[in-house]
Every structure is written in C-alpha cells, then in structure tokens.
C-alpha cells in the first residue's frame, strides 16, 4: 500500500523559514518522481516543486523559485521541502505527490490532476 505522510507545517511569520517532510512507502521509491503540490483556501491545486529520484533533477515552479528548496534522502524514502522567505501567499495544506515515472511531470499536469499517488497533508500559515 502506498502511504505518503507529509508533515512540518505550522504558523509562522512572514519572512520565516519552514522545512517540510515526506516519509513514503509502499513502492519503489527510486523509480518515482515526488512533487509538492498545494492547495490555498479557496484556490485551485498549485504544483510547486518536483525531483526526480532516479536522477536527481530539480524543478520548481516560479511562485516558489529562488526561496523552496526540494531534496530527497533516498536512503530514508523522503523528501524534504526547504521554505524560506515565506509570505502570506504561501498559506495552503502543502500535500506530496509520487508519480511512478522517472522524469517529473509537467506543473500544467500537477495543477489540473495532483500526482499519481497524494498524501494528507500539513498545514502551513504565514502571518503578515
């Protein structure tokens, strides 16, 4: 069974910095591509980062470019999602996605399907 656990959310200011986690199981993980998607309160699904596990290639979309950072730690079947310079735009359930391909798809695939495989996600609140 596939399991994806997105957690480190949680208030914070504007300007701050919060890093985010998702354990996953249940498949193999190096032949997966991980995204993060998030979804703001009365907002559509907005993909913001994808890595592909099998060759480490990095993308972020350009609402989170310059301040998220995506990284994986294959050997614990997570990945990680850096934020910093934070801003009140950037409240929404942040949820990680796998999608059993190498190369990530496109963020116009993210934003109208999600990922393959969701996770619940973690709640985060940037205050003004």
């Known amino acids: 069974e596939v399991q994806l656990q997105a957690f480190g959310g949680g208030l914070v200011q504007a300007g701050g910095s919060l890093r985010l986690s998702c354990a996953a199981s249940?498949?193999?993980?190096?032949?997966?591509?991980m995204s993060w998607v998030r979804q703001a309160p009365g907002k559509g699904r907005e993909g913001i980062s994808c890595?592909?596990?099998?060759?480490?290639?990095?993308y972020y979309a350009d609402s989170t470019k310059g301040r998220f950072t995506i990284s994986s730690d294959n050997a614990k079947n997570t990945v990680y999602l850096q934020m910093s310079s934070l801003n009140p735009e950037d409240t929404a359930v942040y949820h990680c996605?796998?999608?059993?391909?190498?190369?990530?798809?496109?963020?116009?695939?993210?934003?109208?399907?999600?990922?393959?495989?969701w996770g619940l996600g973690t709640l985060v609140t940037v205050s003004s």
């Open positions: 996605g796998a999608d059993p391909v190498r190369e990530c798809p496109d963020f116009t695939v993210l934003n109208s399907h999600g990922a393959y495989y």
């Open positions: 249940g498949f193999t993980f190096s032949r997966f591509a």
């Open positions: 890595i592909s596990i099998s060759d480490g290639s990095k």
